[in-house]
């Protein structure tokens, strides 16, 4: 992510544990794009960002997370209107009917489904956060 972004660009990095950010960082200092992310910390219920994002990778992470709706509403808030949402799941920890609840979280939050790509693995989805009102 940090690679496409540019050099003007900005990832934030979003985790609960603090060594996973240092791996991160490890990684990123090696591949020369470390100045272009910020890690943050986040607390096990909250991701607790002020920042509105253009666009936001949740990888095999939502299963994690204590409350799927309470991520999804505030994944919603950090998105810029028209921002996007990519989520992906591992099947081994998502079935068909435990993505349909997570699907239908992220739409209660206000999030519209627009693609389903395809993986081997994992079950994924990309939703969009509506454009504000004019
Ligand atoms: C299977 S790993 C995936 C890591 C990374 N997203 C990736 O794709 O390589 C799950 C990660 O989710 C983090 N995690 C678990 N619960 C979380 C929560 N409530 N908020 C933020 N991160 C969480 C863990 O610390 C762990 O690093």
Redesign the pocket.
């Known amino acids: 992510m940090a690679k496409m972004v540019g050099e003007d660009g900005l990832v934030i990095a979003?985790?609960?544990?603090d060594v996973?950010l240092r791996g991160l960082m490890k990684r990123a200092r090696r591949a020369g794009v470390a100045d272009r992310i910020r890690p943050h910390l986040?607390?096990?219920?909250?991701?607790g960002l002020e920042d509105r994002v253009d666009f936001a990778?949740?990888?095999?992470?939502i299963h994690?997370?204590?409350d799927v709706d309470a991520?999804f509403r505030e994944l919603a808030t950090i998105l810029k209107p028209g921002g996007r949402l990519f989520v992906?799941e591992?099947k081994s920890h998502a079935s068909e009917e435990e993505f349909g609840k997570l699907l239908a979280a992220a739409t209660a939050a206000g999030l519209s489904e627009i693609t389903r790509p395809r993986s081997v693995g994992d079950r994924a989805v990309v939703l969009e956060c509506p454009l504000a009102s004019p």
């Not at 990778?57 to 992470?61: E, P």
Request: contains cysteine.
């Open positions: 979003a985790d609960l544990q996973m986040t607390a096990p219920d909250r991701i990778i949740a990888c095999w992470v994690e997370t204590p991520a992906l591992p």
